[in-house]
């Protein structure tokens, strides 16, 4: 008895001795990424090469992978804040709330913290703001998700070595008092950087470094970089980003680091139900984890990947009522249903009330295929010409809001029919509480193995990693 309780002891400790000579842990955080949002384009991906069932993505292969429950303290949906809060902390907390417990006074530090104090370079990273609800959690401490000055605030005060983002949200104090968010960059030894470019003509010189999209990006859009599947080529992206933080990171490296990237959009487009959009994005996600990947091969016995999600959102299903997807039609969609609103403006500032019919409609073939790429049945043409009639023929235009963006009743009506052709469903246009995936390689993976609540992650990769848990 007395060998098998030694036995016992003996793998418990190996269980968790796992992660002594972790240096380098990257933490990858597809917001808005369920269980079904990786199906979908894995299946997606297997129709474009044709054939059914899957083709891997990247993370997808890893060794070890389950799924995490995500509620809050207070919903059983949660929402972003919380959900970054949770896997940042490890200290589930109230909906809207950032970096604190439920009394939204308490502060909670995060994992980021925890490899800080632990002599760990530390890096932030997203595909959205700077100072959005995920990213912000792992750095901030604020009772509501919407103070974004303040945020970016307690960003300069946390003093991690590398952030990247779209760009601040509310650079101004809105009362009037504070310093511009920008100017506060040399008091705290920040070189603000903008585009790639940018970035590898500063990247030696600077001690700590905030990586912005081009400015003439954000004078269009301050809130995201543009979705993968409108990118024209040259704007920054999650793939360069996750570069230029490893780079940066392992400069005068000796005990490794941390590094937080955050797939922002994927959750913007499953707020609009946009399949094509999302399925896009979760590609450019992976793409970004490729580069993770391509590091760890090279170290191999000091690297840990993690891949989850805060949430799902959009409560996507594969299958309408036939027992067939058609997801390879999606590959006919060129634009987010926000950049094709974009174009029908444009159409309508040139011809006001009197668009034609036709103009429309190669509009509608160039960002759908619809006519040309896709047979467009009568019944979806009188759809359309019908939204046409009542949105584009008319002075006052009753936009569809989704969470993140107001759109052209014609995109929303697009939008819908290719996604009934490709058999895809959409049961919200907010989050649902659906498990969210794991995905983990390398050093102390095997912690990973069981079914996790969102709480866990954060503690797990501390543990394994040998960080000093704080308050």
């Not at 303040?150 to 008092?177: C, Q, R, T, V």
């Not at 992206?237 to 937080?260: H, P, R, S, Y």
Request: glycine share 8%; hydrophobic share 35%; proline share 2%.
């Amino acid at each position: 008895m007395k060998r098998i309780v030694f036995f016992l002891i003996l793998l418990l400790n190996v269980f968790w001795v796992s992660g002594k000579n972790l240096k380098y842990v990257f933490y990858f955080i597809g917001d808005g990424m369920g269980v079904n949002q990786v199906q979908t384009t894995e299946m997606y991906k297997a129709e474009l090469e044709g054939k059914i069932g899957l083709s891997p993505l990247c993370f997808t292969q890893f060794p070890v992978s389950t799924v995490a429950s995500t509620y809050s303290a207070t919903n059983s949906v949660t929402d972003s804040a919380a959900g970054g809060t949770a896997l940042a902390t490890g200290v589930k907390t109230k909906n809207g709330a950032i970096g604190v417990m439920q009394d939204l006074k308490t502060e909670v530090s995060s994992v980021a913290v925890w490899a800080k104090n632990s002599g760990k370079r530390v890096g932030i990273a997203t595909s959205v703001s700077v100072d959005h609800a995920t990213p912000s959690a792992f750095y901030a401490h604020e009772s509501s998700r919407n103070n974004y000055y303040e945020i970016g605030i307690d960003l300069y005060k946390a003093g991690f070595d590398f952030y990247a983002g779209s760009d601040f949200i509310s650079p101004e104090d809105k009362n009037g008092n504070g310093s511009n968010l920008y100017e506060m960059a040399d008091e705290y030894g920040y070189t603000i950087v903008r585009g790639y470019d940018d970035y590898k003509m500063k990247s030696k010189k600077s001690k700590k470094m905030i990586l912005f999209q081009e400015e003439e990006l954000s004078k269009r859009d301050r809130y995201s970089l543009p979705y993968a599947i409108d990118r024209t080529g040259s704007e920054l992206n999650l793939e360069n980003i996750t570069k230029c933080a490893i780079d940066f990171l392992t400069k005068d490296c000796k005990n490794g680091f941390f590094l937080m990237v955050e797939g922002g959009k994927i959750d913007w487009a499953c707020h609009s139900n946009d399949g094509a959009t999302m399925v896009n994005e979760i590609i450019d996600f992976d793409n970004a984890i490729r580069v993770a990947y391509e590091f760890y091969l090279q170290h191999k016995d000091e690297t840990l990947i993690v891949v989850t999600a805060d949430h799902e959102t959009g409560g996507i299903s594969l299958g309408t009522g036939k027992y067939e997807l058609n997801l390879k039609i999606l590959e006919h969609q060129k634009n987010s249903e926000s950049v094709f609103s974009t174009q029908v403006k444009k159409l309508r500032n040139r011809y006001g009330n009197g668009v034609p019919w036709d103009s429309v409609k190669d509009l509608l073939m160039d960002s759908f295929g619809f006519w040309d790429e896709i047979n467009v049945s009568e019944e979806n043409s009188e759809r359309l010409m019908t939204i046409y009639e009542k949105s584009i023929k008319v002075d006052d235009v009753k936009m569809e809001k989704s969470e993140y963006s107001l759109d052209e009743p014609l995109a929303g009506e697009a939008k819908r029919i290719i996604n009934e052709l490709a058999y895809l469903g959409w049961n919200t246009g907010g989050h649902s509480a659906g498990y969210v995936p794991v995905f983990a390689i390398g050093v102390g993976s095997n912690n990973f193995t069981r079914r996790l609540n969102n709480i866990d992650v954060p503690n797990i990769i501390a543990k394994v990693a040998g960080y000093e848990k704080s308050r």
